[in-house]
Each structure stands twice: as structure tokens, then as C-alpha cells.
């Protein structure tokens, strides 16, 4: 059988309204791009098994011409775009690094970078969320984790959120530019570690420059690593906590509950804002092998994407799944938003750790903030979702 073909997008869908037409249609459907599409939780963690798909690797470059360069350099020595073996050695030095007990220890440094940034925008008026608030946020405690002085935070923030802008498909004025800046990020890494290697201190770069010893990566790997780091922990952590705020402001009495204890609340409120409108839309794959999936035939070198943002509603996982709940009780034990099998994220102890307490400072610093514009769109269905700027006061 082969997979049905979905109806053309209306423009007043949101990307929920799309996948419930969608999934109406069957188990996998092919989308405008040809790429074929599951929806439910099952379907996501069983397309990302290495023995039916691989994770793209540079096949998105050769789309886009690029055989060299900095943009290319990252696609053919990140972690985040390859396959056992190279996968195994690249992911290991750092496998370690964000694990719950380490990220406990920088717990006092990010409820102070949160209180930080509350307390500097509290009765200012007008802010822009995303980037003022979010954006800090994620940006700031990535390159603290990696020790970047304060005085080039500004300039690293910079370059992180412009250099994201190379990971997905873009007109060619905006990647020349995403490129010039990854190349800079390059550069300020490569000092970095370069720094670490001579006289650095005893810190989280040392420790990992020690591991990568034995493991026969290449200078280029090992720095690519690090970018990966700047690189996945920004974006996704800027955008969850615009989301989840964007909720909480719109359920009032959801903001409400979670200010009145947020002790009690602050776990389900993380789990429930990265699941109800997430920032990841899909986990994009490429089918290793002739497969037959729910009777569907994918021929192999189709692209698979299982829908993120669909199995995160699904209802044999999730009771009232349209509902957002932050005291829901029924999330799985693995947050589906942080993927799944080899590649599933290495950074969700320490984004869950950023995410609480933001959160926890909005409400004990500024329980009375509110939007004052209309509530960002969270667009697309690859890989990373697009968040649109929000508009709010925060009001103590
Ligand atoms: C809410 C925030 C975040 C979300 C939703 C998220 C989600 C994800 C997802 C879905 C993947 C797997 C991609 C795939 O299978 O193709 C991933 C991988 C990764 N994430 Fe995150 N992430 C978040 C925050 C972070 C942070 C804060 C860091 C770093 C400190 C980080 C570092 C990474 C790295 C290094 C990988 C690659 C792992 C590998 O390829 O083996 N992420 N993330």
C-alpha cells in the first residue's frame, strides 16, 4: 500500500489543526515534501531504532550546495548528525556532563541568573519575552556552564542566536550571513578550548578536553561538540519557556495555581508546557532499508518524520489531550519532547533545571505579568519549531 498524499494546508490552520486532518487520513501519510509521517507515540520511538533509520547527516548540505565552509563543517562533525560509530565517539566525552546530580550543583547560579533577569525587567513596561527573558536565559547559562566571561556574553548571545539560523533551510542571504557568524562561534571556541588546554582552570571544558584523550576525535570534532552545546541549548530552551509562559498567561487559572505553590507545581508545569505546544515538530530520519511500515511501503532513502508534536497529544499516552494541565499525572516517564533511542537529548536535566526556575522566579517576582499583544505562534513541523515574539508586562 502506499501512503496517502495530504490535502494542501488551509492558512488559518495552526499545526495542530493540520496533524488531527492528517492523522484522520491513516498511520503514515506523506506530506507536500513527500516525507512520510506518523503521529503516535509507538510509531515515533520505533522509527528512531538505528536497524530501520539513520539520522541525517549532510544530506540537507548537498540540497543546498555546500561541500565546504563552516555550516558544512558542523553537519559532518556534529554529534547531532551522525551515525554509529562516529555518533558513539563524539556523544560520549559529554554523556555524562548534564546528568541530574552536575546540574543540581548549578542550581544556586541559575536561580540567581533567573532572579537576575526578572528583577531587571519588573515595571519596565513594555518587554519582548522571547529574546529579552528566554533567550538570556538559555544563552546565558550554556556559556556559563562552558566558563565565557561575562563581558562576551552579549557577543556570544549574538552569534548563537544568528548562527542557529544555518540549522534549517533559508534564503541564501540570510545562511551567508548564519554562516559568517557560525564562523565566528567557531573561532571563539576554538580559543576556548585552546585556553582550557594550556593554563584553564579546573572546569566542565577541562574535564571534558581530559575525556576526549583517549577517544581519537579530531580537533575539529572536539570543537564542533562544544558548538553543538551553544547551539542545541539555546534555541530549544528560549522557545519552551516562551510557550510554556505563553500558556500559563492565557489559563489564567493555571498561572494562578502555579503562583500560589510553586513548590508543589513547578515539575508539572515544565512537563506539561513542553508537551502542550512543543518546540520540537518532528524527529527527522532517513529510511536505512526498504521498510513496510503499518502496511505502508517506504522505499529506502525516503525521509521519515515521526510528528513530536503529535505524539505528545496522543490519546493512548495522554487523558484529554487538548487540555493543558499542569497537574496532569500521565506524562511518561522519558518526556517524548526530548526524543528518543541513540540521539535522544543529553541537555534535559539541565533544561528542566533552567525551565523551573525561570518560572519559579516569574511567579514569586512577577505574579502579576500579563501579555500585551497576542500570543506568539509556534509554526512548523521539522525538527525546531519557530516562536514569534511576546509581547508582555511584568508586573509584581
Ligand atoms: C527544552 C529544551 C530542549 C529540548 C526540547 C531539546 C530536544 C532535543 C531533541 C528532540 C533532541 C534529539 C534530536 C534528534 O533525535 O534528532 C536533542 C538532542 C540534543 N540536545 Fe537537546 N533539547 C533541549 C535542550 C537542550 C540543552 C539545554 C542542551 C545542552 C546543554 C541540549 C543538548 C542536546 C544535544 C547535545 C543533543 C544531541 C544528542 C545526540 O545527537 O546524541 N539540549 N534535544
Not at 220 to 242: F, H, K, N, P, W
Request: proline residues 6%; negative net charge.
Amino acid at each position: 500500500m502506499s501512503a496517502p498524499l495530504i490535502l494542501p494546508r488551509e492558512e488559518t490552520w495552526t499545526d495542530h489543526d493540520y496533524v488531527r486532518r492528517a492523522a484522520a487520513q491513516g498511520p503514515v501519510v506523506r506530506d507536500r515534501h513527500g516525507i512520510f509521517i506518523t503521529f503516535s507515540l509507538a510509531h515515533m520511538q520505533r522509527l528512531v531504532d538505528p536497524f530501520l533509520t539513520r539520522q541525517m547527516e549532510t544530506e540537507t548540505m548537498a540540497i543546498q550546495g555546500l561541500s565546504s565552509g563552516p555550516v558544512y563543517d558542523l553537519f559532518a562533525n556534529s554529534m547531532l548528525f551522525s551515525n554509529a560509530p562516529a555518533h558513539g565517539k563524539r556523544r560520549a566525552p559529554l554523556a555524562r556532563s548534564f546528568a541530574v546530580p552536575l546540574v543540581n550543583r548549578l542550581r544556586g547560579e541559575l536561580q540567581s541568573l533567573a532572579c537576575e533577569l526578572v528583577e531587571d525587567h519588573l515595571g519596565t513596561g513594555d518587554i519582548e519575552f522571547r529574546d529579552r527573558i528566554g533567550g538570556q536565559l538559555a544563552a546565558r547559562t550554556i556559556a556559563m556552564v562552558l566558563g565565557v566571561p561575562r563581558s562576551d556574553l552579549p557577543l556570544i548571545t549574538t552569534l548563537v542566536y544568528s548562527a542557529i539560523r544555518a540549522l534549517s533551510v533559508r534564503s541564501p542571504s540570510v545562511l551567508a550571513e548564519a554562516a559568517k557568524d557560525l564562523e565566528a562561534l567557531n573561532a571563539y571556541v576554538a580559543d576556548l578550548l585552546q585556553e582550557h588546554r594550556s593554563a584553564g582552570p579546573k572546569d566542565f571544558l577541562a574535564d571534558y578536553l581530559e575525556r576526549t584523550g583517549e577517544t581519537g576525535l579530531s580537533a575539529l570534532e572536539i570543537r564542533m561538540q562544544i558548538v553543538t552545546l551553544l547551539l542545541a541549548g539555546s534555541d530549544t530552551t528560549r522557545s519552551a519557556l516562551t510557550s510554556t509562559m505563553s500558556q500559563l498567561m492565557q489559563k489564567r487559572s493555571q498561572w494562578e495555581l502555579l503562583c500560589a505553590d510553586p513548590k508543589t507545581h513547578i515539575k508539572g508545569a515544565v512537563s506539561e508546557g513542553l508537551r502542550y505546544d512543543p518546540v520540537i515538530g518532528a524527529l527527522i530520519r532517513v529510511a536505512d532499508k526498504d521498510l513496510l511500515f503499518e502496511g505502508v511501503a517506504i522505499p529506502e532513502g525516503s525521509l521519515i518524520g515521526p510528528l513530536v508534536v503529535s505524539a505528545l497529544r496522543d490519546p493512548e499516552v495522554y487523558s484529554t489531550p487538548e487540555t493543558f494541565d499542569i497537574t496532569r499525572t500521565d506524562h511518561p516517564r522519558w518526556h517524548p519532547v526530548f526524543g528518543a533511542g541513540e540521539h535522544r537529548c543529553l541537555g534535559e536535566a539541565l533544561a528542566r533545571a533552567e525551565l523551573e526556575e525561570a518560572l519559579t522566579a516569574l511567579c514569586r517576582i512577577a505574579p502579576g505579568t500579563e501579555l500585551t499583544g497576542p500570543p506568539p505562534k509556534l509554526r512548523g513541523l521539522g525538527a525546531t519549531r519557530t516562536v514569534g515574539e511576546m509581547p508582555c508586562r511584568l508586573i509584581g
